[in-house]
């Protein structure tokens, strides 16, 4: 299955992906739906569908750009929709990244420093993500809404700068996966570890999905707009 | 290894020229050739591994082309007769200086000498480079204080991310703390990342 239609049911869209369980859950439908479409979900919880699919869509799919939805649906709502999936990272994803991380540490049984050290490098990767997600929360999501409202656009903010300012916040993370596996002794705690890097390799995912709607959605979306405003 | 480089141009200046160059710079083994009918006679016995310089038309020749195709060991470098400015690695112009055609065979070999992506043994230049990238360096200071080219670090850098699988500086840095590369004991790590 490439592409999900309104016709296809939450278990379809779950069983043929796990990772869409908190995309789902970020607009707010929960499981226990029984057989109901997602097109008879979407209407119950007062989703647009089109969103909606464009959003699983694109987290299900790489190579999958919703041209045609793309102007039926407002950028705000992506806003919104950005905005939640943050929070999930910054309430839930980094303090488990983080729980874990430190049972690793003690699980160590060397007098080593290699995971403090990775401790510190996973420190300075969460500032510069934490960073990011300010400066798109107190930036660009208020240009977002500026220029959906027809207000005066400020250039403060350079949108084609948006996208390398993603490549290195995704280094990091597979910087951080390659030194776990390959070149760190492993003294410590196998499961731990395990249960570390699933965790991270979801977190990776999401965030790279996240990063592709904002660099395929919400920017085509604001060019299109400073396009229509410049005429 | 021992380095050979071949060199295929119909001037005897310009290919005793590039050979006084190589010699005095580089540690190589150096043959010249006027054409490549003349190599191509004998180069079963050249052995499979070495660069060769050569005049833009005569590689641009199917024939050429076709005998390149396969080997896998042989690194290409053109020559180009016209005065144009230097650009990319791969071009020597008549009117590179020294330092500019010696550089480009170096890149050429080191490229060559490449082990295979995901082999991780970093070699002891690039060790050092990556010291001092882990200390903060940048690639100009770095190629000062190794006396080498800015270009040379670049190329350096780029081969120590290929092999480690590792981008970023501070992804660098950690591997260089964890192997020992860099003393620690006086700086805070959290410092360098
Ligand atoms: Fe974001
Ligand atoms: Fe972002």
Redesign the pocket.
């Known amino acids: 299955m490439d592409i999900f239609v309104k016709e296809h049911k939450v278990f379809d869209l779950i069983n043929n992906n796990y990772h869409l369980l908190p995309v789902i859950n970020r607009f707010g439908v929960n499981l226990g739906n029984k057989d109901k479409t997602l097109n008879e979900i979407c209407k119950i919880n007062d989703i647009n569908i089109d969103f909606f699919l464009a959003i699983v869509n694109t987290y299900n799919n790489k190579d999958y750009f919703p041209e045609k939805e793309l102007k039926s649906f407002s950028p705000l709502m992506i806003v919104k929709y950005?905005k939640k999936?943050?929070t999930y990272y910054t309430n839930y994803m980094l303090p488990k990244l983080e729980k874990l991380l430190h049972k690793l540490i003690e699980s160590d049984s060397s007098d080593s420093n290699q995971l403090i050290v990775i401790e510190q490098f996973y420190f300075k990767y969460k500032s510069e993500l934490l960073l990011?997600?300010k400066e798109?929360e107190e930036k660009v999501f208020p240009l977002v809404e500026k220029m959906v409202n027809n207000k005066t656009y400020d250039a403060g903010f350079n949108i084609h700068s948006y996208e390398k300012e993603h490549s290195d916040v995704d280094s990091k993370i597979n910087d951080l996966k390659n030194l776990i596996i390959k070149y760190i002794e492993p003294t410590y705690d196998e499961n731990i570890c395990y249960e570390f890097l699933v965790t991270l390799f979801r977190f990776e995912k999401d965030i790279n999905d996240?990063?592709r709607i904002?660099d395929n959605i919400l920017i085509p979306q604001l060019l299109e707009i400073e396009r229509a405003q410049n005429e | 290894m021992n380095k050979k480089v071949y060199i295929l141009h119909r001037s005897a200046v310009v290919q005793n020229g590039l050979a006084e160059i190589l010699h005095h710079n580089i540690n190589c083994e150096v043959k010249l050739f006027e054409s490549f009918p003349d190599f191509e006679i004998v180069s079963e016995t050249l052995g499979d591994k070495y660069l060769v310089l050569v005049e833009d038309n005569q590689l641009n020749s199917s024939s050429f082309k076709s005998f390149i195709r396969n080997r896998n060991g042989v690194s290409v470098i053109k020559i180009i007769n016209s005065f144009t400015q230097s650009t990319g690695n791969d071009t020597i112009y008549l009117y590179d200086n020294a330092g500019e055609i010696v550089n480009k065979v170096n890149v050429a070999f080191e490229q060559m000498t490449k082990p295979e992506k995901g082999e991780d043994t970093l070699s002891t230049r690039e060790i050092d480079v990556l010291k001092l990238v882990a200390l903060g360096y940048a690639n100009k200071e770095i190629a000062d204080k190794l006396h080498i080219s800015t270009h040379t670090v670049i190329s350096h850098r780029k081969n120590i991310t290929e092999k480690l699988g590792i981008k970023s500086v501070s992804g660098l840095t950690v591997y260089a703390v964890i192997n020992n590369f860099i003393d620690t004991s006086n700086i805070n790590i959290s410092d360098l990342l």
Do not use: S
């Open positions: 950005l999936t943050h990011h997600i798109e996240h990063a904002e």
